[in-house]
């Protein structure tokens, strides 16, 4: 059963940055997608970032492009997103998935608990 963790989550003030971590366990398969999704108060699950773990590829949401970065260290079974000029708007639950598509949620079967990540203006 795939086991997800995720940390790093904390307050900024807009225009900071954070690093968030998602460390994996009891993956059957070499070669699979390693999402990024948040979620704010009131509003559906959205994806922000995946990376697929065999050959790099990374997918970004429009909103996030040019600001996030998602990276994988294979040796360590983790998965990164570095956010950097954060926004008020990027405040939400942060959430690891794997076993999904792209930036689909629905799509995701395995989750972690989920890091709170907050941006004052």
């Known amino acids: 059963q795939v086991q997800l963790v995720e940390s790093g989550g904390g307050s900024v003030q807009a225009g900071g940055s954070l690093r968030l971590s998602c460390a994996a366990s009891g993956y059957t398969t070499s070669s699979h997608y390693m999402g990024w999704f948040r979620q704010a108060p009131g509003k559906e699950r959205e994806g922000v970032a995946s990376?697929?773990?065999?050959?790099?590829?990374?997918y970004y949401a429009d909103s996030v492009k040019g600001r996030f970065t998602i990276s994988q260290d294979n040796a360590k079974n983790t998965v990164y997103l570095q956010m950097n000029s954060l926004k008020p708007e990027d405040t939400a639950m942060y959430y690891c998935?794997?076993?999904?598509?792209?930036?689909?949620?629905?799509?995701?079967?395995?989750w972690g608990q989920g890091t709170q990540v907050t941006v004052s203006s």
């Open positions: 990376i697929v773990t065999g050959s790099g590829t990374t």
């Open positions: 998935a794997t076993g999904g598509w792209r930036l689909l949620p629905h799509t995701y079967g395995s």
